[in-house]
């Protein structure tokens, strides 16, 4: 962490290289550069927060169809969601059409 003696050689070393009259438009131009970094930040850590979100959601999605399959006695390894799905209806249709007949 940077102390305040630091912080005083820097404003000092700051001063002596752009001079007292673009000390305001420098620290302008920090304030601003440091806004977007920071508006950047929070983006990321949104994206990354509906990424893990999306992918829980999708995850559970998943086990609530191969719950199902099993229940209703459908091989579920090596098969896609898709699939699991066709056979899920398949088999629904099915028992469907055995209770009315």
Excluded: C, H, W
């Excluded at 404003?11 to 920090?30: H, I, N, T």
Aim: glycine share 6%; hydrophobic share 40%; net charge negative.
């Amino acid at each position: 962490m940077i102390g305040s003696q630091e912080l005083l050689l820097i404003f000092v070393v700051v001063l002596l290289l752009f001079g007292a009259d673009k000390l305001p438009e420098l620290a302008r131009s920090m304030g601003q550069a440091l806004g977007e970094f920071k508006k950047a930040q929070r983006e990321a850590e949104y994206e990354l927060s509906f990424q893990r979100s999306k992918e829980a959601a999708d995850k559970e999605k998943a086990d609530r169809i191969r719950g199902m399959a099993e229940e209703l006695g459908i091989e579920t390894k090596g098969k896609t969601e898709d699939e699991l799905l066709d056979e899920i209806q398949k088999e629904l249709s099915k028992r469907a059409r055995e209770q009315n007949v």
